[in-house]
């Protein structure tokens, strides 16, 4: 607007910027008393023409202080406009249907495909048998309970406001608490209903007992009074969860036949479930490193937050080390067969990449969010190959045993 302004006077302010200059300068030489230098007779005469002059035109210094703060008042102004528009981008930048996608954390389902997947694989390696209607009535029950993991730890996490600035958190999404809690305790409702339903099908309470132990360990974890995690015992909890106690439990379940109700438990189910522990844990660990400060905000100690996230990269090295370190030493020991250690060696690059990612973002919060899906993607490939080398030594007993 200002250059518009000046070129509507461009003709005639030639004119009058040589009349005012010849006027000024004659009114500065002829100043009584004045004993300055040419070099500030020429400062005066700059400084005094600025005053007077704007795009050639006349006005009084008063009407210049004003037009100088109109125009800074101006500027602040589209500042303060730039800078709210770029804060509002900056709110809006990531896509509710992102923020839904998040919510749901439909990768971190794969929990619940694993363990189940590779007991029943454990079990066929046992008996030479596979129950597709117990197994998918399995499934269901486990995303259930997964559901009841998730909502709930969004309930009590906002309530302690560690979820306060979480955008994709289910509260936030949904703006009600009540929902989210009633959502979450139905489902472990049916979860666990449908869990204790094909037990006592089977026959089998040492089973549902395990669960028992696993749904206890997950209580534990995340809800009042004992809300463990805050203390930096989610980990362990996570191990035993997954690990030891879903495991075996599907184990059992799914190899219960009519000659045998109850499967031994043998080293390779326990080695399997070991095995399936580490990688579901690493998702937990792998998942504070981006919250570190909202955790130390509320009082919640996540390991990560006693280590901090320099040294936490350095635990996820070890603990990918040990994790193909146990495989080895499972295929050694002839816990597992050959066929599981040949498959699950192939994820070694996934497992690579896990720590490379770590090591190289744990210090960028925005990256480093991303930690946690890669160990997903690590838990599910090493998953389906344990699996998958179960099933192969069953079916090819002669070259894989």
């Known amino acids: ?119 029943g694989a454990a079990a066929y390696l046992q008996t030479g048998i596979f129950s597709a209607r117990r197994y998918f009535s399995l499934l269901v029950s486990s995303i259930l309970i997964i559901t009841w993991l998730n909502l709930s730890n969004d309930v009590y996490d906002f309530d302690t406001g560690a979820d306060k600035n979480k955008k994709e958190s289910v509260v936030n999404l949904v703006g009600s608490r009540s929902v989210a809690f009633i959502a979450a305790y139905s489902s472990l409702l049916l979860g666990f209903a449908g869990l204790a339903w094909t037990s006592m099908g089977e026959g089998n309470i040492h089973a549902i007992l395990f669960l028992a132990c696993a749904i206890l360990c997950g209580y534990v974890y995340q809800c009042p009074p004992f809300r463990l995690s805050y203390q930096g015992l989610g980990e362990p909890l996570c191990f035993a969860a997954f690990g030891p106690f879903a495991t075996s439990a599907f184990y059992l379940l799914l190899g219960s036949t009519s000659e045998m109700s109850i499967l031994p438990l043998t080293g390779t189910i326990l080695s399997a479930s070991l095995l399936v522990g580490f990688t579901t844990t690493l998702i937990l660990f792998c998942s504070h490193f981006h919250q570190v400060e909202e955790d130390k905000a509320v009082g919640k100690f996540s390991p990560l937050v006693r280590l901090g996230t320099e040294r936490g990269s350095g635990v996820v090295k070890v603990a990918v080390a040990m994790l193909y370190s146990l495989l080895f030493a499972s295929g050694l020991s002839r816990a597992l067969p050959l066929a599981c250690i040949l498959l699950c060696s192939l994820t070694l690059p996934m497992g690579k990449l896990v720590v490379g990612f770590v090591e190289e973002n744990y210090k960028d919060k925005g990256k480093i969010f991303m930690a946690k899906y890669f160990c997903v993607r690590l838990h599910a490939l090493f998953g389906a190959a344990l699996a998958s080398g179960l099933v192969a030594a069953r079916a090819f007993q002669g070259y894989f045993s």
């Not at 919510?103 to 971190?108: G, S, T």
Request: with cysteine.
């Open 1 to 119: 607007m200002a250059a518009a302004f000046c070129s509507l006077h461009q003709g005639s302010s030639l004119k009058k910027l040589h009349y005012y200059q010849v006027r000024q300068s004659y009114a500065t030489r002829s100043y009584p008393g004045a004993l300055t230098s040419n070099a500030s007779k020429k400062s005066s005469l700059c400084c005094c023409t600025a005053q007077i002059f704007v795009c050639g035109i006349r006005i009084s210094r008063l009407e210049f202080k004003k037009g100088i703060q109109c125009w800074r008042a101006f500027s602040g102004s589209i500042a303060n406009y730039a800078e709210n528009a770029h804060e509002s981008e900056t709110r809006e930048d990531v896509p509710k249907a992102t923020l839904i996608w998040r919510a749901v954390k439909l990768p971190i389902y794969s929990v619940a495909l694993v363990p189940l997947t590779v007991g």
